[in-house]
T-cell receptor, first 110, second 118 residues
Framework: GENVEQHPSTLSVQEGDSAVIKCTYS??????FPWYKQELGKRPQLIID?????GEKKDQRIAVTLNKTAKHFSLHITETQPEDSAVYFC?????????FGAGTILRVKS | NAGVTQTPKFRILKIGQSMTLQCTQD?????MYWYRQDPGMGLKLIYY???????DKGEVPNGYNVSRSTTEDFPLRLELAAPSQTSVYFC?????????????????FGPGTRLTVL
């Protein structure tokens, strides 16, 4: 079945710097790659997603890139703010199911 | 719309007890999912359903059962609770893959149930 690896497990950045989180997937048939943000004690919420026929997608300070050949995708957050501090999960869809990465704890220091 | 709701929010069980975690959605989503999230870990799929009367196993189904008699409800049953089932349980729902395999289909999560088995 699908396997998703996410790196790094923790990431500390200074406010205003950029943050990059990377994920790799194993199933070449996977076609949809969402990113979820989970604040402490809260539910995961979708922040951006990309499908396999698109290479890049942006939404204000957030962007996602996809390299189908290498089977990896990345989340880029620019001009980080303290409210960006949270756990971020990547996921890959195979069939009807999402497989999640283990998560990245992002800390933005002000 | 209330979205995805879950009850209870918290529960403490003794080893060997049973309970049902309730999940309801009012978005008319066909697809529903149960995940568990252990401390510091990602989300593991327990069971999912693509419609009323249809359920299927995920990555970690042992020790759990589900049923789907209506579109709105997807209860998760724990039989003979064990300490290894201590976790936060999230229910989620989404539309089916309308538009083919390249559609987006965001999963909407409930607030979670924090379960401790002692």
């Amino acid at each position: 079945g699908e396997n998703v690896e996410q790196h790094p497990s923790t990431l500390s950045v200074q406010e205003g710097d950029s943050a990059v989180i990377k994920c790799t997937y194993s199933d070449s048939a996977s076609n949809y790659f969402p990113w979820y943000k989970q604040e402490l004690g809260k539910r995961p919420q979708l922040i951006i997603d990309i499908r396999s026929n698109v290479g890049e997608k942006k939404d204000q300070r957030i962007a996602v890139t996809l390299n189908k050949t290498a089977k990896h995708f990345s989340l880029h957050i620019t001009e980080t703010q303290p409210e960006d501090s949270a756990v971020y999960f990547c996921a890959s869809r195979g069939g009807n199911k999402l497989v999640f990465g283990a998560g990245t704890i992002l800390r933005v220091k002000s | 719309n209330a979205g995805v709701t879950q009850t209870p929010k918290f529960r403490i069980l003794k080893i060997g007890q049973s309970m049902t975690l309730q999940c309801t959605q009012d978005m008319n989503h066909n697809y529903m999912y149960w995940y568990r999230q252990d401390p510091g870990m990602g989300l593991k799929l327990i069971y999912y359903s693509v419609g009323a009367g249809i359920t299927d196993k995920g990555e970690v189904p042992n020790g759990y059962n589900v049923s789907r008699s209506t579109t709105e409800d997807f209860p998760l049953r724990l039989e003979l609770a064990a300490p290894s089932q201590t976790s936060v349980y999230f229910c989620a729902s989404s539309y089916p893959q309308a538009g083919g395999p390249y559609s987006y289909n965001e999963q909407f999560f409930g607030p979670g149930t924090r379960l401790t088995v002692l």
